[in-house]
């Protein structure tokens, strides 16, 4: 099983709502992207920061920044604003190919998903048009390069 699928059954075993975003999100849409991270936005809630803290630690996968999910959702306006911090990641330690970045100014709670199916699963991704507005908020290059790519699907 890829790592993008052990990833989303886990958060779905969990019973945490979910979107892929970021480059797998636009390959999944059709567009070619590479990337190596798997981009998601969950629900700003506490309770889903801690699930979500359990769940990537339950897969090998530890936090990067020496934080506690409690703290990155207490202190989450602070990260964006004086610390540039977009994502919360995760990496698993024995093999550093397996990264999960939780994008922590997005709420899913705004916002429309639809599912795609890879290899034996399905795979909730934001919409087309959801992520392309999240990616003109970002503006950075690689993410204009992702919108055109998109727009022309």
């Given at each position: 099983?890829?790592?993008?699928e052990?990833v989303?059954?886990?958060?779905?075993s969990?019973k945490?709502?979910?979107a892929?975003?970021g480059?797998?999100?636009?390959?999944?849409h059709g567009?070619?992207?590479g990337?190596?991270d798997?981009?998601?936005?969950?629900?700003?809630?506490e309770d889903i920061f801690?699930a979500?803290?359990?769940a990537?630690n339950?897969?090998g996968l530890?936090?990067r920044?020496?934080v506690?999910?409690?703290?990155?959702?207490?202190?989450?306006?602070?990260?964006?604003?004086n610390?540039?911090?977009?994502a919360?990641?995760?990496v698993?330690l024995k093999?550093p190919?397996e990264v999960?970045d939780?994008?922590?100014?997005?709420?899913l709670d705004d916002c429309?998903?639809?599912?795609?199916?890879v290899?034996?699963s399905?795979?909730?991704i934001?919409s087309?048009?959801?992520?392309?507005?999240?990616?003109?908020?970002?503006?950075r290059?690689?993410?204009?390069?992702d919108?055109?790519?998109?727009e022309?699907?």
């Amino acid at each position: 099983m890829v790592f993008l699928e052990r990833v989303c059954r886990c958060l779905e075993s969990n019973k945490i709502p979910y979107a892929v975003v970021g480059g797998y999100a636009v390959a999944l849409h059709g567009a070619v992207r590479g990337t190596v991270d798997v981009d998601f936005i969950i629900s700003l809630q506490e309770d889903i920061f801690v699930a979500v803290e359990k769940a990537m630690n339950s897969l090998g996968l530890h936090s990067r920044l020496p934080v506690t999910a409690k703290e990155v959702f207490r202190f989450r306006k602070e990260y964006i604003e004086n610390r540039n911090l977009i994502a919360w990641s995760f990496v698993n330690l024995k093999n550093p190919m397996e990264v999960v970045d939780i994008i922590i100014t997005d709420n899913l709670d705004d916002c429309a998903i639809v599912e795609k199916k890879v290899a034996t699963s399905k795979i909730k991704i934001l919409s087309k048009k959801d992520l392309i507005k999240m990616k003109k908020r970002s503006g950075r290059p690689q993410d204009l390069s992702d919108i055109e790519a998109l727009e022309k699907l």
